[in-house]
């Protein structure tokens, strides 16, 4: 019997280990409650983004996708196919060079290589700056591009990507995602790829400061 008036120290601790298994099995009821939703949710979300960047098709690209070891990482890439052909691919590449870190891309192409179309799937930049890269004004100019003739880095680099206005850091974070899907599509198709520099982060001033000069 716990004396509410003056507990020991065993009691206390008694009481918290009770609090704590009780709140355990709540959180473990609740995670078996909705883990079914919360994965339909994903599979959905999947499937809306590859539906933005994949031709028509026929089949169910997440069940037929790929991984693609290339540098020493892992790749996943979606096949679409339509009678049986591959009429698409769509690859997950990203990298911690944006200006506040993770920039990842999902980018379509054609059996050729050529983009369909890109669209950010990590993308924490700076709201007004580089969160730009979500906007068609941004990611649609690689529609239509074929990355063996399309440079894909920023013209301040030599490229052909325009680069977003005080966003150069995530412009190249974005552009060498795209870079690195087409990279790894090439490796899974069997053909020859070029080596590519990263692109560059500086975390120590304001986005839009450090894009001025560069």
Known sequence: MIDKKNPTIVQMVVVLLLIAVICSAGV??????????????????EQASLKLVLPEHDNDPVKESVKISLGGTEYLCYVAKKDG?????AVKAGNMNGYNGHVEVL?????????????????AETPGLGQKAIEPKYHDQF??????AFRLTVKKDGGDVDAISAATITSRAY??????????????LGKPVEAHSGATSNTNANESEIDKDK
């Open 28 to 45: 473990a009821a609740i995670y078996d409650a909705t883990k079914d939703t919360i994965a339909q949710q994903k599979a959905e979300k």
């Open 143 to 148: 529609n239509g591009k074929n990355p063996n």
């Open 175 to 188: 552009a060498h995602a795209v870079q690195t899907a087409y990279d790894a599509l090439m490796t899974h």
């Open 85 to 89: 052909q591959p009429v698409g691919y």
């Open 107 to 123: 980018t379509g192409f054609l059996p050729d290589g050529t983009i369909i179309n890109t669209q950010a799937t990590v993308l």
